[in-house]
């Protein structure tokens, strides 16, 4: 399995680079907004969930030996199985002294579980081949491994990664806490506008406005208001929040920063359009404001906040070309792509069954081990067959039942006896087994027991190998390690040997001849882990011979693992690279050269000199090898190419013809289509139509609704939004007919559905259009807004009056905080002025307390508008100038921006 957090990692940068290629440019600002959150939250959840076993793009092959059934996922844990499967037959057949163990040895049917010896030795077999560099001399295995340091080292390294980025996003929002309610504020509905000092950049964060209203003239600072409000209104917060915990979980991911960057940019070019929808603000006057207001990235990274760096791309997003609605088929990409994504990285069903097995294995194999000594006594069956001994041993206890056959020589074992119970003896360098029992001709059985040689023990000891244990020492009887074997590993460079590691090499007779013919190959200095993987996988000099003479003169010991391991040879190589393996001369298949990963990735999905042969039979000549790969994953055959071919597409590239695999584009739905009039449409058209469903069914439907003429863009829009017949069918009945398809799609696009036109009909606004309908739905006008200003005596509004108030955040509690404050009778466009200026009661009220009593709200606007404050008054008093006429303060406000000017 691939590390969770590094499974996310790669999920989140895959999610980033299809946004880049594909949807980057577009305008669907509200679209792109929830793809990315989407895309966020799926990448911490998806590498959770286990895909079918038929599904999966993983090797599932499961190996069904004596030992517990383990799955082989992947390359690493193939070598594991096929290491392990070697080891065991290897002690199994210890006894043979010229015998060489078979990678696929199954034990014999007979024997129910396995050997408490073979169980140790197997669990103690290293899992997967280690890539540490080779030295010169062997280190001992049963120090904690380099590797495992490292990668303890990077698990500490991480979390405390995660601390240091966790405090880090706390103290921004305690500081942004403790700005929010310890400044000055004033509130504005639902809005809080927090006055700062000096040069600060403003931003917002939740209902909070932080801004230094002194810095801005007034038509900028109500379009920065305007902007933040809109950022509160559609809770973008929540999107840079999430962003921002994704960065703590994933702060080494560099694709994880970038992330967060097109979060945030998407955000701002969703606000500036929607600022740009409001008909008072010009284009020109709104950049020029960003132009203003723009400042070094300075805010908290929490805010929203104006970006010196994004504002560029801003200006020129608001200036480019609106998206067309036919390219929407790009975000339908984004399905097929997690989900090829899942089948290739997540873990199938059965290999979390099988996992718990093996735990639960594992598990009873040490509650076995610590619990008794069985593994050194127990019951003998034995059958003499010529000159040698086949010789089962069993457990006496139910409690630890297991079993082992091996085969020694007759003349090993002192006089057997015949036709009466007595003792016999089979002696070697670790230890004696006495034997008690009969043979009645050439069968025998009886009890026996294990005594190990102290001496043995005593020089593997004085030899640098320690920890050995009671089931150890019977291990290396049983494999018949010698004193002599352990001196000449020395002497070959391997001291200090782990009791595994010697065990592990034993079992699988690495003698001295095998350890010279890989130093004569060009590896002089592997490890005792890579000598055993070699030896169990079967590497040969005729193998290594073999791979050069194909062109792979110089691979590392872990590629050629890999290669053997995969199956790969010598005529594979030739027959992907258009050579013949015998003649040498250029054969029928020609692709580009391959390193050596390449060939092992190839081989894994199996694609081979046949496949690339076919390909070229139908068309499809020196296909990159991306492609090529793509191509046999998905299941692109002649057979299919030929399918195409008779329906009229000769010519498609490889890549859409993955495209069309993936997603189920066949010859037939191409026929099928055709029959409904829909003829030579582009393979990407048949993709798009298929990945959103598109059926003879559907499109028959919408022409009985008299949608008879639609494009297949238009039929890709439509069914990827869910515009049904019957949906045009609703409106048709309150009298909105032949709605041409493209409204039709922005109609269900936003929610505007049948009950949602005849709510606003029941309320007395007939006639509405279809854009109407859809701009005043995007907007989140209901009739229940429209009612809710009747308690302040605003009754029958127009619906185009109602876009206004709701863009601009008046309600009717705005309106009644006026009421309150004795302004009555106040008509709708006044208060549309006020609430862009930002003119509130409690600014009036600010000018009653230092003695303006009868301030008009005429008087107000001039007051905001040229930012004279109570605080300047009071100001001015102190300089000599006072005067009960406010407008004198105004003139004298303008005077002296005269002067600065």
């Not at 014999?108 to 030795?121: D, E, G, Q, S, Y």
């Not at 290293?126 to 030295?135: G, L, R």
């Not at 590993?489 to 010697?502: P, T």
């Amino acid at each position: 399995m691939i590390p969770y957090i590094l499974h996310v990692a790669l999920l989140i940068s895959v999610c980033l680079l299809f946004y880049k290629l594909l949807l980057q440019k577009e305008t669907f600002y509200r679209l792109n907004r929830w793809v990315l959150v989407f895309c966020m939250a799926l990448s911490f959840s998806l590498p959770l969930i286990p895909i079918p076993q038929q599904w999966t793009l993983r090797d599932t092959a499961v190996a069904t030996e004596t030992a517990p059934t383990q799955p082989v996922n992947n390359f690493e844990q193939n070598i594991a199985a096929q290491k392990q499967a070697a080891i065991k037959a290897a002690i199994t057949s210890g006894i043979k002294a010229n015998a060489t163990p078979k990678v696929k040895t199954v034990l014999p049917a007979n024997v129910k579980t396995v050997n408490p010896v073979l169980a140790k030795t197997a669990a103690h077999t290293p899992a997967t081949i280690t890539t540490t560099p080779a030295t010169a001399t062997a280190t001992a295995t049963n120090t904690t491994p380099l590797l495992q340091r490292a990668l303890k080292l990077v698990f500490y390294v991480y979390w405390i990664g995660v601390a240091a980025f966790g405090l880090n996003l706390l103290l921004q929002l305690v500081v942004l806490l403790y700005q929010a309610y310890t400044k000055p504020v004033i509130k504005d509905g639902k809005f809080r506008i927090i006055e700062l000092s000096g040069d600060k950049a403003p931003c917002s964060f939740g209902n909070n406005i932080f801004i230094n209203p002194e810095k801005y003239d007034w038509e900028t600072y109500s379009q920065i208001l305007l902007h933040e409000k809109i950022h509160i209104q559609q809770g973008h917060s929540f999107d840079i929040l999430i962003a921002e915990l994704v960065l703590v979980l994933q702060w080494f991911n560099p694709f994880a920063w970038l992330y967060r960057t097109e979060v945030e940019s998407n955000l701002e070019f969703l606000t500036d359009d929607s600022v740009l929808e409001h008909n008072e603000i010009e284009r020109a006057s709104y950049q020029m404001s960003l132009l203003k207001v723009s400042a070094p990235h300075l805010s908290l990274g929490i805010t929203t906040n104006y970006n010196q760096s994004l504002l560029k791309r801003r200006i020129l997003m608001m200036n480019s070309k609106r998206s067309n609605i036919h390219t929407m088929w790009k975000y339908f990409f984004l399905v097929p792509l997690l989900g090829i994504l899942a089948c290739a990285l997540n873990d199938p069903e059965v290999y979390a069954q099988v996992a718990k097995t093996q735990v639960k294995n594992h598990s009873h194999q040490h509650q076995q081990h610590f619990s008794s000594n069985t593994e050194t006594e127990g019951s003998w069956f034995a059958t003499i067959k010529n000159d040698r001994v086949r010789m089962e041993f069993r457990s006496d206890s139910d409690d630890h039942n297991w079993s082992s056959n091996s085969d020694f020589k007759l003349n090993e074992f002192s006089s057997l006896p015949r036709d009466h119970k007595g003792d016999f003896t089979l002696t070697r360098e670790a230890g004696t087994v006495l034997f008690n029992g009969k043979f009645d001709g050439d069968q025998g059985y009886g009890h026996y027991k294990f005594t190990a040689n102290k001496d043995f023990k005593a020089f593997l000891g004085e030899h640098g190998i320690s920890g050995i244990e009671s089931g150890d020492e019977f291990a290396f009887f049983m494999i018949n390690i010698k004193k002599d074997y352990v001196t000449m590993l020395e002497s070959n460079g391997y001291k200090h040997l782990s009791k595994d590691g010697l065990i592990s090499m034993g079992a699988l007779k690495v003698d001295e001849p095998y350890i010279r013919f890989w130093k004569e190959n060009g590896y002089p200095n592997l490890t005792t882990d890579e000598l055993v993987s070699g030896k169990a996988l079967g590497i040969t000099a005729d193998y290594i011979s073999d791979i050069r003479k194909a062109g792979y003169t110089n691979l590392t010991f872990d590629q050629l693992v890999s290669f053997k391991a995969t199956g790969v040879t010598g005529k594979f190589i030739t027959g992907l690279h258009g050579r013949d393996a015998k003649t040498g001369k250029p054969g029928h298949v020609t692709t580009e050269k391959m390193n050596a990963e390449d060939i092992v990735s190839v081989k894994a999905l199996n694609v081979d000199e046949n496949y690339i042969a076919s390909l070229q039979k139908a068309g499809y000549t020196n296909v990159p090898l991306n492609e090529l790969t793509s191509m046999k994953a998905v299941g692109v055959t002649p057979e299919f190419i030929e399918g195409f071919k008779a329906a009229g597409y000769n010519h498609i590239p490889a890549n859409e013809l993955v495209s069309m695999k993936s997603v189920g584009v066949t010859p037939a739905y191409v026929k099928s289509l055709a029959t409904i009039g829909y003829n030579n449409i582009s393979a990407d058209e048949l993709v798009s139509m298929k990945s959103v469903g598109v059926t003879p069914e559907y499109v028959a439907n919408l022409k009985a609704s008299g949608y008879g003429h639609i494009s297949a863009n238009d039929l890709v829009s439509m069914k990827s939004v869910g515009a049904s017949p019957e949906f045009a069918k609703g409106f048709a009945r309150l009298g909105y007919k032949n709605i041409p398809a493209d409204e039709l799609v922005s109609m269900k696009a936003v929610g505007v559905t049948p009950e949602f036109a005849e709510s606003f009909k029941i309320a007395g606004y007939g006639n509405i259009s279809v854009n109407d309908l859809v701009s005043i739905k995007s907007m989140g006008i209901t009739p229940e807004f429209a009612r809710s200003f009747e308690s302040v005596g605003y009754k029958n509004i127009p619906y185009n009056e109602l876009t206004g108030l709701k863009a601009l955040g008046i309600t009717p509690a705005y309106i009644k905080s006026f009421q309150d404050a004795g302004f009555k009778n106040i008509n709708l466009d006044t208060f549309s002025g006020l609430k862009s200026m930002g003119i509130t009661p409690e600014f009036i009220e600010s000018f009653k307390k230092i003695g303006y009593t009868n301030i008009t709200l005429d008087e107000a606007t001039s007051l905001k508008a040229t930012g004279v404050t109570p605080e300047y008054v009071n100001k001015m008093r102190e300089k000599g100038f006072k005067s009960q006429d406010l407008n004198k303060y105004i003139e004298l406000k303008n005077a002296f921006n005269e002067d600065n000017k």
